[in-house]
């Protein structure tokens, strides 16, 4: 693929970022229903795709890589293309402020907040974390930093609240009390992940369609992707079929269980009067490991020897973990996978490396004091003398 003319189209107008514009669906998309009228431009796109040299590939297999690592959005990555429409949508009817929720860490969460302050929006989040933190100060690790410098109003609420209670009760409650003050609140789903959300990879589609035909030399038989709340994959997944793309969608699932994702991205597709079955248009495997966002020893080593062989920093709670599992069913399953070109999609995620610190610690690479030799040192003051 020609990565030059894949990002030439990348150049906009003066003015046109943080603009709002109408929107038109591709041809293959607009017997949809839910069809947005209008985004805004929060993004920088198309995003890169390059071949990816990954080490110990079956015979004959490639894999490139979409780069929304760099989609913009203070280091964000997948959650800016749903946010397009989500955040035109919030501007349309009215809202002085948006409500979301995730995890401590949530790039969402992160990218609501940088999105809600371009368009002069207030944001809260409601953050789930452990019971033991859930009374202390966060701190200003990885995205909480950006969220805070933002002025984003912060709810905490233990991970055992969070699941008695559910995700969007808790939105609920936060937007009744806002109501009560005054205020004209928005409300985002976790992930950005409801029909409308879906827009943002449906588009997506579209993008990797153009530079897949600028490049004529390509064509990909799969799609990678980690998954966490289904929006994204429920995108990728109907766009590839509806388009002439018909790549087979593979995701690797870190948050919830398989079932819960088709039974989600059904509903999702559902609302867009799709007409299709979520199981005839993904193929959803677990990836979670221990838990969501928590890492094994072997986990984070991937990530580490991944950044030194290929330069491409992944993060550890969702592509890490999708791309070693990705490798791990190439290794059991080589003839599956063999001469196929497959397409990973890096979702970014990468200020979620700070909250690792302690642990990769060991692990990165080590530095020490210059020694300098007591000739050269002498040498030097000699030539000072001189």
């Not at 002085?96 to 969402?108: F, K, V």
């Not at 490798?327 to 996978?337: A, E, G, I, R």
């Not at 002498?378 to 001189?386: F, G, L, N, V």
Request: aromatic content about 6%.
């Amino acid at each position: 693929m020609n990565t030059a003319s894949a990002c030439s189209s990348a150049r906009a107008p003066v003015g046109g970022f943080l603009s709002e514009k109408p929107y038109m669906p591709p041809s293959w998309a607009r017997h949809l229903s839910l069809v947005p009228s209008h985004a805004y431009s929060l993004g920088h796109f198309p995003t890169p795709i390059h071949i990816w040299k990954l080490p110990n590939l079956p015979q004959g297999t490639e894999i490139w890589i979409k780069r929304d690592d760099l989609s913009g959005m203070q280091l964000s990555g997948n959650k800016v293309r749903k946010l397009e429409f989500l955040m035109a949508d919030a501007v349309a009817q009215g809202a002085d402020c948006i409500i979301t929720l995730g995890g401590i860490q949530s790039s969402h969460c992160r990218a609501s907040a940088v999105a809600a302050k371009y368009l002069n929006l207030d944001c809260y989040l409601i953050l789930r974390t452990t019971k033991d933190l859930v009374d202390k100060d966060p701190g200003l690790v990885g995205n909480l930093l950006v969220e805070r410098l933002v002025g984003a109003h912060i709810d905490l609420i233990s991970e055992e609240d969070y699941t008695e209670i559910g995700g969007e009760a808790l939105a609920d409650l936060l937007k009744k009390k806002l109501l009560e003050e005054g205020r004209k609140p928005y409300v985002i789903p976790a992930g950005g992940s409801n029909s409308l959300g879906t827009w943002g990879y449906i588009e997506a589609i579209r993008e990797i369609e153009q530079q897949v035909q600028e490049s004529a030399d390509i064509k990909f038989d799969d799609i990678v992707v980690a998954s966490g709340s289904g929006g994204t994959i429920a995108g990728l997944a109907l766009g590839s079929r509806l388009s002439n793309l018909k790549a087979k969608v593979h995701a690797f699932s870190i948050w919830n269980d398989p079932g819960f994702l088709y039974d989600y991205i059904q509903n999702l597709i559902d609302g867009l009067q799709s007409g299709l079955n979520s199981h005839d248009i993904v193929t959803i495997a677990n990836a979670r490991g221990l838990g969501y966002a928590i890492n094994t020893a072997e986990e984070l080593n991937f990530v580490k020897d991944i950044a030194a062989a290929t330069g491409v920093i992944l993060d550890p709670v969702s592509s890490g973990k999708a791309a070693l599992r990705m490798l791990k069913d190439m290794s059991d399953f080589p003839t599956k996978w063999q001469g196929r070109k497959i397409l990973f999609i890096h979702t970014g995620g990468l200020l979620g490396l700070y909250a690792k610190v302690d642990q990769l610690s060991s692990l990165a690479g080590s530095c020490s004091r210059m020694m300098l030799e007591d000739s050269a040192t002498h040498d030097d003051d000699t030539s000072k003398m001189d």
